[in-house]
């Protein structure tokens, strides 16, 4: 799953990465409003699937020569590609800033305010799916509707907020935002 916020508190509808050849719609039916969905194999992220969350973006955000976005992320191989840097983000004003490698950890806000809490959320949801639908397994084409249950409780303007601040990040900015990506599927796998 990958995932925008702001340094004010407000979020992106998420986009869905499914370990499959092909995608389908009906893979999101029961996700956040808004959210997509982009396929690979192995389930990770590539540039295709990053210019897909890229076009994503920028229909939330809006970024204009006027009004321009910056967008914070890690230094994952995906968000380099040619496609992304000079065809989209250049034409459509959006600024990458990259951390520099082994940095995410200290740099990044989001690791405490959002992936902390939505882990824990997430794994509440899928014992109450669970509960709620005895003897059946969690599939892929379920995780979207867990996430439905567990990500509003995760992403609160507050939590977002005071990590921006904590990490040294005080944009009173709607435009400066940040990238996280997590696998909730594989995180209940290891649970």
Known sequence: ????VSAIGNSVPPVFLFPRVFCKDHFIINGPPGCIETSYP?????????LKFIKHFHGHVRSTKGNPCLLVLDNHESHLSIGVLNYF??????????????????????DRSVCG???EF??????DW???????????YDIPGIV????PRAIKSTNIISEFQVT??????????LMMTSCPAQSRIER
């Open 130 to 140: 669970m509960i709620n639908n005895p003897g059946k397994t969690v599939t892929i």
């Open 168 to 177: 040294g990040k005080r944009h009173t900015t709607e435009k400066c935002l």
């Open 42 to 50: 192995s389930g990770w992220i590539t540039s295709e699937s990053f």
């Open 89 to 110: 983000c250049k034409e459509n004003v959006i600024v990458m800033l990259s951390f520099p490698p082994h940095t995410s950890h200290r740099l990044q806000p989001l």
């Open 117 to 119: 809490p939505f882990k």
């Open 1 to 4: 799953m990958v995932l925008a």
């Open 148 to 151: 439905k249950m567990a990500l």
């Open 122 to 127: 997430y794994f509440a949801s899928v014992d």
